[in-house]
Nanobody
Framework: QVTLVESGGGLVQAGGSLRLSCAAS????????MGWFRQAPGKEREFVSA????????YYADSVKGRFTISRDNAKNTMYLQMNSLKPEDTAVYYC??????????????????WGQGTQVTVSS
């Protein structure tokens, strides 16, 4: 139905930047809400950011607000996460996700029904 593939992860020093991409294929018009989650070593998966279909509504976890920017280009079926001022605590596997059944944004992982394979982001101090 919907396939999501993340890319753009890597190793960066604290204070640096990375731009993650999430390419969607399949029934891309059904990706009403898309979001980013991350899972740090030894920790549970946590919400990072979400964006509405039009890109007009965005939401960020307090931990990344002011540093990360979420966006999407529906013509390219791609969502992005621009990460600036990276901190070691941002180190995690980052996952993109899509909610095809709702139009209200949510921080709850269970509301997203499609997930990518994840891309590793490592921030060194």
């Amino acid at each position: 139905q919907v396939t999501l593939v993340e890319s753009g992860g890597g190793l960066v020093q604290a204070g640096g930047s990375l731009r993650l991409s999430c390419a969607a294929s399949g029934r891309t018009l059904s990706t009403n809400v898309m979001g980013w989650f991350r899972q740090a070593p030894g920790k549970e998966r946590e919400f990072v950011s979400a964006i509405s279909w039009s890109g007009g509504n965005t939401y960020y976890a307090d931990s990344v607000k002011g540093r990360f920017t979420i966006s999407r280009d529906n013509a390219k079926n791609t969502m992005y996460l621009q990460m600036n001022s990276l901190k070691p605590e941002d180190t995690a596997v980052y996952y993109c996700a899509a909610d095809t059944k709702n139009r209200l944004m949510t921080t709850m992982a269970g509301r997203y029904d499609y997930w990518g394979q994840g891309t590793q982001v490592t921030v060194s101090s």
